[in-house]
């Protein structure tokens, strides 16, 4: 629902989930596409002095594919987000709603930072994945049992020097990150 507050809540056999998210189901290419337009639609957008078009959320796609082979189930998630950009609030000049804005996105993306130091550490210590929504989703995917692709956008200008550099400087730590993925299958034995 757009502008309502995002709850992350947590099932033991299911794992994570957006409270009152739905899964909309799409058998082709043109319904997910539609799929991703209206979630798109819900991006709350305001204008910067670095952005005339920021985006003020993160936006996250799970595609959730099963396939059944016999009596063999094989199911996966992809996970497709989109991280709204760290603002240096000085240079961006936001105030009011946007500014709170960009200090929850600057402390998730802050937090996400964090668990990726931890997991790139291979340290005994838990990642603080419940200390922000954006990680608490993300939990699964980026927690080593998953494999994991980023792909940093970064802006060519010298104004945004320092930006990039944080954007790289972020993407080489997560590279760090050794994954142990592993197939999710089930078998129904009852169809034996």
């Given at each position: 629902?757009?502008?309502?507050?995002v709850?992350?809540?947590?099932?033991?056999?299911?794992?994570?989930y957006?409270e009152?998210?739905?899964?909309?189901?799409a058998?082709?290419a043109?319904e997910?596409?539609k799929?991703?337009?209206?979630?798109?639609?819900?991006?709350a957008v305001a204008?910067?002095?670095m952005?005339?078009?920021?985006?003020?959320?993160?936006a996250?796609?799970i595609?959730r594919?099963t396939?059944?082979?016999?009596?063999r189930?094989?199911s996966g998630?992809?996970?497709?987000?989109?991280?709204?950009?760290?603002?240096?609030?000085?240079?961006?000049g936001?105030e009011?709603?946007?500014?709170?804005?960009?200090?929850a996105?600057?402390?998730?993306?802050t937090t996400?930072?964090?668990?990726i130091?931890?997991l790139?550490?291979?340290?005994?210590?838990k990642?603080?994945?419940?200390e922000?929504?954006?990680?608490r989703?993300?939990?699964?995917?980026?927690?080593?049992?998953a494999?994991?692709?980023?792909i940093?956008c970064?802006?060519?200008?010298?104004?945004?020097?320092?930006?990039?550099?944080?954007?790289l400087?972020f993407?080489?730590?997560?590279?760090?990150?050794?994954?142990?993925a592993?197939?999710n299958?089930?078998?129904d034995y009852?169809?034996?």
């Amino acid at each position: 629902n757009p502008g309502s507050p995002v709850e992350i809540r947590e099932d033991p056999k299911t794992g994570v989930y957006v409270e009152g998210a739905k899964w909309m189901p799409a058998t082709s290419a043109a319904e997910a596409i539609k799929v991703l337009q209206k979630g798109n639609s819900n991006r709350a957008v305001a204008s910067t002095k670095m952005n005339a078009g920021s985006s003020r959320s993160h936006a996250a796609l799970i595609v959730r594919i099963t396939t059944t082979g016999g009596v063999r189930t094989l199911s996966g998630m992809l996970y497709l987000v989109d991280l709204a950009g760290s603002e240096r609030v000085k240079k961006s000049g936001v105030e009011g709603a946007a500014l709170d804005e960009a200090k929850a996105i600057n402390q998730s993306l802050t937090t996400l930072g964090r668990c990726i130091e931890v997991l790139a550490s291979n340290k005994k210590e838990k990642p603080p994945f419940r200390e922000a929504k954006l990680t608490r989703l993300l939990s699964n995917a980026i927690g080593g049992g998953a494999k994991t692709t980023m792909i940093i956008c970064c802006a060519p200008t010298m104004s945004d020097q320092a930006e990039t550099v944080g954007s790289l400087d972020f993407g080489q730590q997560a590279m760090s990150v050794v994954v142990r993925a592993k197939v999710n299958a089930s078998t129904d034995y009852g169809s034996l």
